[in-house]
């Protein structure tokens, strides 16, 4: 079974820029995350999908950051404009349902020079 | 609201050695409690869950109990192995949520041969 897949790996862009990631997930799971993680922190959840509908939002910097998951299958996390602190690695997961265990991408480290 | 608290790391151990991997909880009621790993690389692996008090995870000769008297679930290994290094996170869900994880900040374990 294939994984969550992300793209691209790495990113390195200057303040200001915009930057998006993108996110396939396991075919037929209903449930997608994007989460951030800060170098020595811990993944924080920044939105969660439910199909194409958002269930939560709340730590989302909605002033610069959006995300969409168009036909609620594949998805899209985008930063304008970036300051230093988006430095971090972006994680995407998904899940069969939500509360079923969620699977995780490997990651899209972005460094804002 | 929800926390999680790792031991700080990172940790060094010599093979076979045994690990304990401090977490310790704050939450209402009575939250799913987890373990993920992070090999170099790669995205986040469920490691073990529990999902009541007294419960025991076990998976890849891990293990670690849910106790809710002490909010704990402390991670341990009795022989640890050079493929066990790693970053480790603890990380809850609350009780009836549909929300996604709350990770602490992650534990780094080097195991030397």
């Known amino acids: 079974e294939a994984g969550v897949a992300q793209s691209p790996r790495y990113k390195i862009i200057e303040k200001r820029q915009s930057v998006a990631f993108w996110c396939n997930p396991i075919?037929?799971?209903?449930?997608l995350y994007w989460y951030q993680q800060i170098l020595g922190q811990g993944p924080k959840l920044l939105i969660q999908?439910?199909?194409?509908?958002?269930?939560?939002d709340s730590q989302l910097p909605k002033d610069r950051f959006s995300a969409e998951r168009l036909k609620g299958v594949d998805s899209t996390l985008k930063i304008q404009p970036a300051k230093l602190e988006d430095s971090a690695v972006y994680l995407c997961a998904s899940s069969l349902e939500e509360r079923t265990e969620a699977f995780f991408g490997q990651g899209t480290r972005l460094t804002v020079v | 609201g929800d926390s999680v608290t790792q031991m700080e790391g990172p940790v060094t151990l010599s093979e076979e050695a045994f690990l304990t991997i401090n977490c310790t909880y704050t939450a209402t009621g009575y939250p799913s409690l987890f373990w993920y790993v992070q090999y170099p690389g790669e995205g986040l692996q469920l490691l073990l869950k529990a999902t009541k008090a007294d419960d025991k995870g076990s998976n890849k000769g891990f293990e670690a109990t849910y106790r809710k008297e002490t909010t704990s679930f402390h991670l341990e290994k009795g022989s640890v192995q050079v493929s066990d290094s790693a970053v480790y996170f603890c990380a809850l869900r609350p009780y009836g949520s549909a929300r996604q994880l709350t990770f602490g900040s992650g534990t780094q374990l080097t195991v030397l041969p």
């Open positions: 075919s037929g799971h209903a449930t």
């Open positions: 999908f439910q199909n194409n509908g958002v269930v939560d």
